[in-house]
């Protein structure tokens, strides 16, 4: 029933980040879009890492994503 979920991480002296769970109904089932942003200020290490943050943390997101499917999958269809 819901489209969207949103909410903060909070990592410290790193900052908050805000996380975005989209979902959009498909023909075949549920896209799944999982997003995060954040303001890392003018903090320079900050803004260093966050060019690399994709490819830092993209792993964990994709496995995570590919873990909700399995879940979803094993659920009865409603």
């Known amino acids: 029933p819901y489209a969207r ?3 903060d ?3 410290g002296d790193m900052g908050i980040s805000h996380c975005v769970w989209s979902f959009e109904p498909q023909p ?3 896209k799944v879009t999982w997003t995060m942003s954040g ?6 290490p900050a803004r ?15 496995q995570g994503l590919n873990n ?3 879940l979803a999958e094993l659920s009865p269809v409603a």
């Open 9 to 11: 991480v909070d990592f």
């Open 28 to 30: 075949s089932g549920v």
């Open 48 to 62: 260093y890492f966050n060019l690399f943050m994709d490819r830092l943390i993209g792993p964990d997101f994709e």
């Open 39 to 44: 303001d890392v200020g003018y903090k320079l």
């Open 68 to 70: 909700l499917k399995a």
């Open 5 to 7: 979920i949103e909410s």
